[in-house]
């Protein structure tokens, strides 16, 4: 928490942070609006993905969805397809449930309560907050991986920021730092010092605003803190993923259900199997589930793929499967469609499949 007053001049820490934003704030398109709408989809972007990234990102989708209404409206393959890339695909479907019911129940307007916006999927502590305070102007701190870290070095703070147990702690000590004036602006403020000064390695402490108020500066500690928990070790997964390949050319593709990992994205048959099982083997009961052997021409290995999620990664083998006729009735998961290089574009790809794309392209030269 915040020292007492006789310790800590926290009207002098407010203003040295605003003075310092106004001067270096960058000019993000997100802080140029109190439209809560747009700073909504800026947010749920911006969570666990860089600056850089999201801003092309955010200027193509409001290009494509400029209001509420408009995305409540689109198909979901539409608004995956906008998000492809960005990762975190159960964000986009938010948007999208979300966006359905703003029209239903609130008109296509946004609530400017917390139950109200609590009540929404997908939207948490850090939404309510980002959109309570820079559309509505209210006094709720924002708690992100910046402000995390310079909480944690000010005040010299001995627990973990990835630590959920500590997180009311943190919000406490946040929502306390805040001014009942422009209380807006110091949030940006402080979320604006941890990404530009107070980085995760090596912060510009000699350029900081409010380096006098810093204990762990004073104490030189500053590489001590955050204190992180160690994170878990991520397995690997093995896969198959099979080209089944027709004879006009055509690939297919099946889609994956609508909720949970990459829900709603596209991508190549595949399937997971046990380090005993040979990828080659694991590739010719893949194909026997789907019920398409006795359509089977030849089978060739094309290469290796890996890719990291948030709790494990992947390591596939690639096999092209070519087709000697049309097969009837091949049994996939959910939704399937035969595609040539081309439609595929229309379509939203999960990363992995990319990849899959790139390496079959290898070999096609």
Same mark, same amino acid.
């Given at each position: ?23 270096? $704030? ?17 947010? #749920? ?83 309510? $907050? ?50 009942? #004036? ?15 000064? &107070? ?5 510009? &402490?000699?350029? &900081? ?157």
């Amino acid at each position: 928490m915040i020292p007492p007053s006789d310790v800590f001049d926290l009207e002098g820490f407010q203003r040295a942070l605003l003075d310092w934003y106004r001067v270096h $704030a960058r000019p993000l398109p997100w802080r140029r609006t109190t439209d809560p709408y747009a700073i909504w989809v800026s947010e #749920v972007m911006l969570q666990q993905t860089r600056v850089d990234t999201v801003l092309s990102y955010y200027r193509r989708f409001l290009d494509i969805f400029p209001n509420v209404a408009s995305l409540a409206d689109a198909a979901e393959t539409q608004v995956l397809k906008a998000w492809e890339g960005l990762g975190y695909y159960g964000r986009a479907r938010n948007l999208h449930r979300t966006a359905k019911i703003l029209c239903e129940r609130y008109g296509g307007i946004f609530p400017d309560n917390e139950p109200g916006l609590r009540s929404l999927p997908g939207i948490g502590n850090y939404i309510v $907050a980002a959109v309570l305070s820079f559309a509505f102007g209210k006094p709720f701190a924002v708690l992100d991986g910046n402000v995390l870290r310079v909480l944690a070095r000010l005040f010299s703070i001995d627990r973990a920021v990835n630590d959920a147990k500590a997180r009311s702690f943190f919000q406490q000590t946040a929502q306390m730092l805040l001014p009942s #004036v422009n209380s807006d602006l110091h949030n940006q403020a402080m979320m604006e010092l941890g990404a530009l000064v &107070c980085t995760p390695k090596h912060p510009r &402490c000699m350029e &900081c605003p409010v380096d006098r108020f810093c204990t762990s500066r004073r104490a030189d500690l500053v590489d001590r803190y955050p204190i992180r928990e160690a994170p878990r070790k991520v397995p690997t997964r093995r896969m198959v993923i099979v080209v089944l390949v027709r004879r006009d050319g055509r690939m297919l593709l099946i889609k994956r259900p609508s909720e949970g990992l990459l829900g709603g994205l596209w991508e190549f048959p595949n399937a997971e199997i046990d380090a005993a099982m040979s990828f080659e083997e694991g590739m010719r009961r893949l194909c026997a589930s789907m019920e398409c052997g006795s359509t089977l021409s030849r089978s060739r290995p094309v290469g290796s793929v890996r890719h990291a999620y948030t709790h494990f990664k992947v390591a596939a083998e690639v096999f092209q499967v070519d087709l000697v006729e049309e097969p009837n009735g091949i049994r996939v998961m959910e939704f399937c469609d035969w595609l040539d290089r081309n439609r595929m574009d229309h379509y939203p790809l999960s990363k992995l499949t990319h990849k899959v794309l790139r390496l079959i392209g290898k070999e096609d030269r």
